[in-house]
């Protein structure tokens, strides 16, 4: 294999910038040439491809972001989409393909891959670490890093006004951010998708943590752990428990952004070398994880197929640790 592509797509998340560089710096030092693809798929339809050198990721290892851009592409999820994709990549004489995202983005790989014989190497990145095949995504670690931040920062004005805040982290599917932030930042509840818990259960817990003269509560929820989101938790419990003074804060977008960490620095690093290094070895139509501090490849299929559950045992944990 002599040239390929790369590509970035789905959610953005902090690491991606350092996987690229390895991919390029990796790729070029295997003596092939290597091509960036803007815009994920929306760029491989419209042939929105250039050719990357070393210096073309210089100084990128430690910036959030996507030097490549990211966007979802409707049109990919065609037949028509994916062949105007596949005549693009010929054109430029692309022999196989780097992706870095997520589930999408692996569904989408799995589909091309198989339609077109392309084959295609993934590295897992997204702050959600919900793909099966890997017990980090790059991107996860910073998230939470940074969702911890702002739930230090609330828990001091909770603290002195004493209040209970409902903190809402990222997650429209999975708890992963929730729960780690949970644990990490003393919450006294966590709601996620995966493990809802009965409402009777939070009210019950509050009630009773207040009881006994708590100065302040977190409950941190995940975007898709309950109708509403941090709102509708608050809602509810305001309206069983109205002598608690209550507040709600979205992190939102701000989990996204900002510099990686140093665990995804070199998460992200390692897996761009050894998607490369996958693709010289002849693999195709699969990601590259980190399962129990092993590089591994995982076909697409099952990433994408199989769910990485929440482990339930940290979900009880939480509670357990606020008594
Ligand atoms: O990247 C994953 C994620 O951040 C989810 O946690 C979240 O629900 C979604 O992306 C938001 O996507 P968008 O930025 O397209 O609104």
Redesign the pocket.
């Known amino acids: 294999m002599k040239r390929i592509g790369v590509f970035t797509s ?4 902090p690491g991606m910038n350092a996987c690229l560089r390895a991919v390029v710096r990796t790729a070029t030092y295997q003596g092939m040439e290597v091509y960036g693809i803007r815009r994920g798929y929306s760029g491989m339809i419209s042939g929105d491809v250039f050719r990357m050198q070393p210096s073309s990721v210089s100084n990128i290892v430690h910036t959030g972001g996507t030097l490549l851009k990211s966007a ?1 592409s409707e049109e990919f999820l065609t037949p028509e989409g994916r062949r105007k994709a596949y005549g693009e990549l010929r054109k430029h004489g692309i022999e196989g393909l780097v992706a870095l995202g ?1 589930n999408g983005t692996f569904q989408g790989a799995r589909i091309f891959g198989e339609e077109f014989g392309i084959p295609i190497v993934g590295a897992p990145c ?3 670490n919900d793909l099966f095949g890997t017990d980090h995504t790059i991107g996860f670690d910073t998230a939470v890093n940074t969702a911890l931040d702002a739930v230090d920062r609330i828990r001091d004005t909770a603290d002195s006004h004493e209040r209970v805040f409902f903190v809402e982290v ?5 708890g992963f ?1 929730a729960v780690s932030c949970a644990i990490g930042g003393g919450a006294e509840a966590v709601i996620t998708p995966e493990e809802p818990i009965p409402m009777s259960y939070l009210l019950d817990s509050l009630n009773a943590r207040w009881q006994r003269a708590k100065s302040s509560s977190i409950v941190i929820v995940a ?2 752990g309950i109708e509403g989101g941090a709102h509708g938790a608050a809602t509810r419990v305001r309206d069983a428990l109205p002598h608690l003074d209550t507040r709600v804060t979205i992190l939102g ?1 701000v ?2 952004g900002g510099a990686p960490s140093a665990f995804d620095r070199r998460l992200a690093s390692e897996l761009g070398f050894g998607c490369v290094q996958g693709l010289l070895a002849g693999r195709g139509g699969a990601m590259l994880g980190l399962l129990a501090s092993r590089q591994t490849f995982t076909s697409f299929g099952e990433a994408v197929s199989r769910r990485k559950g929440l482990d339930p045992y940290r979900v009880k944990m939480v509670g357990k640790l606020s008594v």
């Open positions: 789905g959610g953005d998340a979802r997520g997204t702050i959600d990222m997650g429209r599917d999975s951010i975007e898709g977008h989990q996204r």
